[in-house]
């Protein structure tokens, strides 16, 4: 059972362009984390949000978690080559554990 | 500060054979976790430990996985006999004190590529 649904799975763009990748679920979470994957590398945390209805902004990437602590969503505007790579939401239980999405492969072409 | 080490980096046996993959966490972090990765999905929990207690192994298919963190340190996970949808990613974590805090990082390491032929 895939407790936390990303979408779209897969994106390419162009430069420039913005963007915004989804992750639901029918369950709360104390917490939601952000990754990011580059290939042949592990996830790196890019935020954490742990309020209902939190925004925060790291340059071009807005994150938000939603009023009920089931959903969250990543913006980034005017996406950079830079930027491609497998984005993964990740819920946080009690004890650690993380339950991941199955990611959003987001491909930004010059 | 020396990030989440493992080794080998990539591993291709055949199925039925054993293979091992080993993780070093960063130091004085508490908590390793052991994720496996399959292509196209994200991480999915294997094993957790405490220092070198399990705390979470619910996911482990125990028939034919094992793990160990004997001194609290290093790590070692296992496969014998190997199938071929054991093929994937294997991703070490640790954190500091994955128990203690719900917002707490996990660092990974680089992962060990499996094929299982």
């Known amino acids: 059972t895939q407790l936390l649904e990303q979408s779209p799975q897969f994106l390419s763009i162009q430069e420039g362009e913005n963007l915004t990748v989804y992750c639901n679920s029918s369950?709360?979470?104390?917490?939601l984390q952000w990754y990011r994957q580059e290939p042949g590398e592990g996830p790196v945390l890019l935020v954490t949000v742990v309020t209902g209805g939190e925004v925060k902004k790291l340059k071009r990437l807005t994150f938000q978690f939603g009023d009920a602590r089931k959903d969250s969503s990543l913006h980034i505007t005017a996406a950079q080559p830079g930027d491609t790579g497998l984005y993964l939401c990740a819920g946080a239980r009690e004890g650690g554990k993380l339950i991941f999405g199955q990611g959003t492969e987001l491909s930004v072409k010059p | 500060e020396a990030g989440v080490a493992q080794s080998p980096r990539y591993k291709i046996i055949e199925k039925r054979q054993s293979v091992a993959f080993w993780c070093n966490p960063i130091s004085g972090h508490a908590t390793l976790y052991w994720y496996q990765q399959i292509l196209g999905q994200g991480p999915k929990l294997l094993i957790q430990f405490q220092n070198n207690g399990v705390v979470d192994d619910s996911q482990l298919p125990k028939d034919r996985f094992s793990a160990e963190r004997l001194k609290g340190v290093d790590s070692t996970l296992k496969i014998q006999p190997a199938k071929l949808e054991d093929s994937a990613v294997y991703l070490c974590?640790?954190?500091?004190?994955?128990?203690?805090?719900?917002?707490?990082?996990?660092?990974f390491g680089p992962g060990t590529r499996l094929l299982v032929l």
């Open positions: 369950s709360v979470f104390s917490s």
């Open positions: 974590a640790s954190s500091l004190d994955g128990l203690a805090a719900l917002q707490e990082t996990q660092y």
